[in-house]
């Protein structure tokens, strides 16, 4: 497949694994590439002695193939200054940059030769990584998992907004685990994707196994937004969130709100596997995703799927 | 163009214009369908006498080209056994029912030879729906304007999902204001759209002209989901809005909001123009509308952008 985004990353298909934390180790990211994908380590989780072991690790795995692959760092990382001295030391060829300002560290990662992503929640912060510098931009929406934007706008929303807002490679993300999802996003405006749960949710994935059967089993309307007085973030229906909604339905402040849900709960949810009291964050169609597969496979089948209904639209009778 | 939509209606394009309240009359309706959509009058905002004004003027508008249109009728509708029996004894040919429990009413539409539709907001409503009896479903993601569902499931993830749980004719609404977000939206599953923001927006719209100026300026996260302790709908950020924020971030009970928002609020808004005290009910996508036009050139324009798109897809290197 050839789009500005395989052009952009040298990549077989324009499928990128989100940086996930306490999913996307070198496993996950090393399979992912492998199979022709872009495979991202997830900072976030990650001091960075922990971060370096996982390039070198990533680099190990992909040695042969000689494929790329990524590092995403959350722009709040407390280590960032570290993280970003690690990134350039280590000559990683591509940075997926999130959740905070791009303008702070695009001119510097550039400037070291690395292809810089940075990811958004609006045509309005498009327009901003743009004009920081960046090569890409991935616009997430609401359905996604995890950490969020304040506007709530849905990728089918927010796609076209972003295409109208920028020339630059774009990835879509949030909502999107199939091959048909991929199209969707593509007849949109989209360049390739970015997909978080599917992934998450793969065999090479660190998170605990309890945490992928629990979320395999959800059904539509197992996960909501939250936290939105901290910062927005989807979370599956647990005991947890059932704390948390009912402090946020009585109108919680912030400060009660950041009481309650304390530190490391997202370690022991996603990585620890403690599904009643840790922050369990999945996007909404996990519902869509019914068996733990090897990230590989989960590359070539959607790319298939994609072919496959790309085939259908062209026997439409329009 | 040939669907599973255009076949069920008997209608050239797979294209609905939503029943909307204070939007839809008879001038919306019978424009959509003479362009070859299918155009639906929103019983919701009249009563009995003025919807059967409303199915004689689109009847008489249809006269030549004998071209079909419905009505949708909310089943939490004041008067709905009039409502009904009206339906039944102008021999409507198609009724979309929404808000409520599909059993109560199909198998009577139905029997009088009528073709029925339910809005569901959910798989778990679609297998409902399709237990019923109905003939379509529509299926309205959590970025649709106006009454929404309390599962905030969006378009993208839910698509795919309610075509899984059914293989009835399966129309896709919220977040689709173009012929790019048909095809995304087909390519997720669907048969066809509804579109309900862009035809709200439109010259035939029975909206206040201030209300579609100020629509069609606004920016993305300019709409937000709110009154989820009474019915979630999705508003324009206006000063009435701003002041159930308020309410709803210190957890106003349903009372405080049922009193807040007192009655007739939609109507000041949409049908007269009160940009500030109104419930302004329109969709994310609200933002990708730029002009006012005339409905029936955006029917046209819709399928030529869909065909464009298509013509894209075949092109694409894959």
Same mark, same amino acid.
């Given at each position: 497949?050839?789009?500005?985004?395989?052009?952009?990353?040298?990549?077989?298909?324009?499928?990128?694994?989100?940086?996930?934390?306490?999913?996307?180790?070198?496993? %996950?990211?090393?399979? $992912?590439?492998? &199979?022709? @994908? /872009?495979? +991202?380590?997830? *900072? =976030?989780?990650?001091?960075?002695?922990?971060?370096?072991?996982?390039?070198?690790?990533?680099?190990?795995?992909?040695?042969?193939?000689?494929?790329?692959?990524?590092?995403?760092?959350?722009?709040?990382?407390?280590?960032?200054?570290?993280?970003?001295?690690?990134?350039?030391?280590?000559?990683?060829?591509?940075?997926?940059?999130?959740?905070?300002?791009?303008?702070?560290?695009?001119?510097?990662?550039?400037?070291?030769?690395?292809?810089?992503?940075?990811?958004?929640?609006?045509?309005?912060?498009?327009?901003?990584?743009?004009?920081?510098?960046?090569?890409?931009?991935?616009?997430?929406?609401?359905?996604?998992?995890?950490?969020?934007?304040?506007?709530?706008?849905?990728?089918?929303? %927010?796609?076209?907004? $972003?295409?109208? &807002?920028? @020339? /630059?490679? +774009?990835?879509? *993300? =949030?909502?999107?685990?199939?091959?048909?999802?991929?199209?969707?996003?593509?007849?949109?405006?989209?360049?390739?994707?970015?997909?978080?749960?599917?992934?998450?949710?793969?065999?090479?994935?660190?998170?605990?196994?309890?945490?992928?059967?629990?979320?395999?089993?959800?059904?539509?309307?197992?996960?909501?937004?939250?936290?939105?007085?901290?910062?927005?973030?989807?979370?599956?229906?647990?005991?947890?969130?059932?704390?948390?909604?009912?402090?946020?339905?009585?109108?919680?402040?912030?400060?009660?709100?950041?009481?309650?849900?304390?530190?490391?709960?997202?370690?022991?949810?996603?990585?620890?596997?403690?599904?009643?009291?840790?922050?369990?964050?999945?996007?909404?169609?996990?519902? %869509?995703?019914?068996? $733990?597969?090897? &990230?590989?496979?989960?590359?070539?089948?959607?790319?298939?799927?994609?072919?496959?209904?790309?085939?259908?639209?062209?026997?439409?009778?329009?």
């Amino acid at each position: 497949m050839k789009t500005s985004v395989t052009e952009l990353f040298k990549i077989e298909y324009p499928i990128v694994s989100g940086g996930m934390v306490w999913c996307s180790g070198w496993r %996950l990211a090393s399979a $992912v590439s492998a &199979a022709g @994908g /872009l495979g +991202l380590i997830g *900072a =976030g989780s990650m001091h960075p002695e922990t971060l370096a072991e996982h390039i070198a690790k990533t680099r190990a795995a992909l040695a042969e193939s000689r494929r790329p692959f990524g590092v995403n760092v959350p722009l709040f990382y407390p280590e960032i200054e570290r993280a970003i001295q690690l990134l350039i030391d280590e000559r990683v060829p591509i940075v997926f940059t999130s959740g905070g300002n791009p303008a702070l560290y695009t001119a510097r990662l550039k400037e070291a030769g690395i292809t810089v992503a940075h990811v958004v929640a609006s045509a309005r912060f498009a327009r901003k990584a743009e004009a920081a510098g960046v090569d890409a931009v991935v616009a997430e929406g609401f359905e996604a998992g995890g950490h969020n934007g304040r506007d709530e706008i849905t990728t089918m929303a %927010l796609i076209p907004q $972003v295409r109208e &807002a920028t @020339g /630059l490679p +774009l990835l879509a *993300a =949030g909502g999107i685990a199939t091959g048909r999802g991929m199209l969707a996003a593509m007849a949109l405006g989209a360049d390739g994707v970015q997909m978080g749960t599917r992934f998450a949710l793969s065999a090479e994935s660190s998170a605990h196994e309890a945490f992928k059967n629990r979320c395999i089993a959800l059904n539509e309307g197992d996960t909501m937004l939250c936290l939105k007085k901290l910062s927005p973030v989807r979370l599956v229906k647990n005991e947890f969130y059932a704390r948390v909604a009912e402090a946020e339905a009585r109108g919680a402040e912030a400060d009660e709100l950041r009481e309650l849900l304390g530190a490391r709960r997202s370690k022991r949810g996603i990585f620890e596997g403690d599904l009643a009291e840790g922050e369990l964050e999945i996007g909404q169609v996990a519902s %869509l995703v019914r068996r $733990v597969e090897p &990230a590989g496979e989960i590359v070539q089948n959607i790319v298939d799927e994609f072919r496959e209904a790309t085939r259908e639209v062209r026997q439409w009778e329009i």
